[in-house]
């Protein structure tokens, strides 16, 4: 394989005969030791780890036989990508109920803001419940309040924080919390050119709040959460809360491929994949201080290297093929954000693009789930071309649970129709066993690494490219 990709040749055999399967799984074990090796130093944007993951794929890229996507002649591969990072350094926060002040033990409340000084001042408390949504409830000037329901509500949160509201109150167990303000300690990121305004986050031990004389009076409401009629609720309580952090600006890149297609004209598909992770995340002391992010997303970035190498290796498609490793998907898909806000190509020419993000979870012979189903109008085709291949498509349910939490999305809502289709989606025991076990902890390295579907899923995507990418079979875009 190593001999055959020096250069690039672009007359090799369409098939791949089932004997490489072996070749596949060995390459992605490969590039997953590397990239989550310790070395990458669980590859934080900004930092050497960052620099070092670039370069390896790079390297690999170009040796495959692709060329730069930047499409800019000034930042070859390398589009940069402007962050500002927030750390937090003071915060004090105190509640109000109508009969006076509620005091929570200090070590039982903290709090993260996002601007030099956030300042809020008796802002009232609504009570959201667990996971469901809240719209179209207006939260401008309001402090939505959660239960922490586990990883899910990250994500809850983030939208919680960049929906107007002057603050977002996250309840729960300590051991719930830990990680959550483990993660917030190192600090923030967000796109230097997004000026929206995002709300602290404010982090509250259950068992601490509900011990309080000023709470017990409503606490019996943040049991109706659970119930399937649960209505947000607003709450006898104000918030106030004077934080203050420290900026800095921090430059990060997405690397960005292209595949020469005989008819550029013709559009192009897109296959991406985020390269960062949470670097060291842990504090100073601890057993295990780097998460590694050898599922989330070594993997994703492993399938779309050998994806380009057996592509480059085949017959030479219509359409160009651009490959994006994004950077800071991990606080809010930034980097994708950034390619669509300033793409090497018009995105109306992107015929489709395929996510390939926590790949390395089924084993092979699993059905796949398709994350982003029925929201743009080549779904029915990716089906089609799916069940050629005679693979299974599992129900959506649970790969409904991640549509906003990967990379596609921000592609969709920038209107380019994007897809996420893996065997990891597929299987929610599967899935919540490592949401429960790895997911963004240092545990999640290549000890015992799961390939069998992803390897499977690379060739799934080997059809699904050269089908997109082929102007005969799946005529141009629709203006
Ligand atoms: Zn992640």
């Known amino acids: 394989m190593l001999l055959a990709s020096a250069c690039a040749p672009m007359t090799r055999p369409t098939s791949v005969p089932g004997g490489d399967a072996r070749a596949i799984e060995t390459a992605l074990s490969r590039h997953i030791a590397v990239l989550s090796s310790d070395a990458f130093e669980g590859r934080r944007p900004g930092t050497e780890g960052e620099a070092k993951t670039l370069r390896y794929l790079a390297e690999e890229w170009q040796a495959i036989g692709l060329e730069s996507g930047t499409n800019d002649p000034a930042n070859p591969w390398y589009a940069p990508v402007d962050l500002v990072l927030s750390m937090p350094s003071s915060g004090s926060v105190s509640f109000t109920a109508s009969a006076g002040t509620v005091n929570l033990p200090a070590d039982a409340v903290t709090v993260f803001g996002t601007q030099r000084r956030d300042l809020v001042r008796d802002a009232p408390l609504l009570f959201v419940g667990n996971v469901a949504p809240v719209e179209p409830i207006e939260l401008v000037g309001r402090v939505p309040m959660l239960n922490y329901a586990g990883p899910a509500s990250f994500e809850r949160i983030e939208h919680l924080a960049s929906s107007g509201a002057s603050a977002v109150l996250v309840m729960g167990s300590k051991a719930d919390l830990a990680p959550l303000i483990e993660a917030r300690s190192h600090g923030a990121y967000r796109l230097a050119s997004d000026d929206r305004p995002l709300a602290p986050v404010v982090l509250v031990v259950r068992e601490a709040a509900l011990a309080q004389p000023g709470v017990k009076p409503f606490a019996g409401r943040f ?128 015929v489709g693009a395929f996510n390939l993000d926590t790949g390395a979870l089924a084993p092979r012979g699993r059905p796949v789930a398709v994350v982003g189903q029925g929201l743009a109008p080549f779904d029915a085709e990716v089906r089609r071309v799916i069940e050629a291949t005679g693979r299974q498509i599992a129900g959506d349910a649970t790969a409904v649970r991640f549509l906003r939490r990967q990379d596609g999305w921000a592609l969709l809502q920038a209107d380019v129709p994007t897809v996420l289709v893996s065997g990891s989606y597929a299987d929610e025991e599967l899935l919540d066993r490592f949401l429960r076990t790895r997911y963004h902890q240092p545990s999640d390295t290549i000890e015992g690494i799961e390939l069998g579907g992803a390897t499977e899923d690379v060739l799934l995507h080997l059809a699904l490219i050269r089908h997109f990418a082929d102007k005969g079979r799946y005529p141009p875009r629709a203006e």
Not at 231 to 240: F, M
């Open 223 to 350: 049991l109706d959460a659970d119930r399937p009629d649960f209505k947000p609720t607003a709450l006898p309580l104000t918030l106030s809360l004077d934080t203050r952090a420290q900026l800095s600006d921090v430059r990060t890149h997405n690397l960005i491929g292209r595949l020469p297609g005989r008819d550029p004209a013709a559009g192009a598909v897109l296959v991406l994949s985020h390269w960062d992770h949470f670097g060291v995340c842990r504090p100073e002391g601890s057993p295990d201080r780097i998460c590694n992010g050898a599922v989330d997303n070594a993997s994703g970035l492993a399938m779309m290297t050998e994806l380009a190498r057996l592509l480059a290796r085949g017959p030479r498609l219509d359409r160009d093929v651009y490959f994006l490793a994004t950077t800071a998907e991990e606080w809010g898909l930034l980097g994708t954000h950034a390619f669509a806000a300033e793409p090497p190509l018009p995105l109306s020419s992107l």
